[in-house]
């Protein structure tokens, strides 16, 4: 079955930067676009980027726009969030998920329907 695995999270602190990474891994799986969610304690799940898997278009919220880069690497099956200027808020539990049908931004900001989803890194950032 296909597995998403998230890594690259950590302790950092405010102002720093992290790479996050999610490979894909088990049978071919054709998929429309990868993106990231976080989930904060306390808090709802929330969108934070996503890519088309086919032209590489992205999207973002606005919480994170200019700060934060999402990017793909088809021959390793892997999507990647640069993250740069963190800020204490962005805390939280970082979750990587593919659809394989195309869903507009606005579906994708929901995260209803994804198709598969990982279990989770951790970024913590410090004041």
């Known amino acids: 079955q296909v597995q998403l695995v998230e890594s690259g999270g950590g302790l950092v602190q405010a102002g720093g930067s992290l790479r996050l990474s999610c490979a894909a891994s088990?049978?071919?799986?054709?998929?429309?676009?990868m993106g990231w969610f976080r989930q904060a304690p306390g808090k709802e799940r929330e969108f934070v980027a996503a890519?088309?898997?086919?032209?590489?278009?992205?999207w973002y919220s606005d919480s994170v726009k200019g700060r934060f880069t999402i990017s793909r690497d088809n021959a390793k099956n892997t999507v990647y969030l640069q993250m740069n200027s963190l800020k204490p808020e962005d805390t939280a539990v970082y979750y990587c998920?593919?659809?394989?049908?195309?869903?507009?931004?606005?579906?994708?900001?929901?995260?209803?329907?994804?198709?598969?989803w990982g279990k989770g890194t951790l970024v913590t950032v410090s004041s």
């Open positions: 998920a593919a659809a394989v049908p195309y869903y507009t931004s606005s579906r994708w900001a929901t995260g209803y329907g994804m198709d598969y």
């Open positions: 088990g049978p071919t799986f054709s998929r429309n676009a």
């Open positions: 890519i088309r898997w086919s032209g590489g278009i992205t």
